[in-house]
């Protein structure tokens, strides 16, 4: 793994735990876990908090998907690798089939245990 691979994994578990939180602490109907913290919760951001957490959960929610994304492309093999390892692996099993294989293995096992 490169370095920038390790710095979008880490950003994008900050994203994922911040999106997390983000989501428990909003306020459903004065129902939510937002009066966990103590208090009103509704004063901590002004006048009308759900549309400052609906825009935040929102905005970070795309972060999420786009770091998801960066952090697959990053993490993709080489399309050369793919080639290589399909290449050798079809090398190996040219000659049988599936149903040979299988019982190749199962021979093996027999006279392991005689």
Known sequence: MGVLSIILLVIFIIAALLLIFLVTIQDENSTGLGGIFGGNSESAFG????KFLTKAT???????MVLALLVAFANKPSSDNV??????QSQTQAGTTWLESESVGTDAAVEAAN
């Open 47 to 50: 006048a009308s908090p759900s």
């Open 58 to 64: 929102s905005i970070l929610a795309i972060v999420f």
């Open 83 to 88: 080639v290589a390892i399909a290449e050798q």
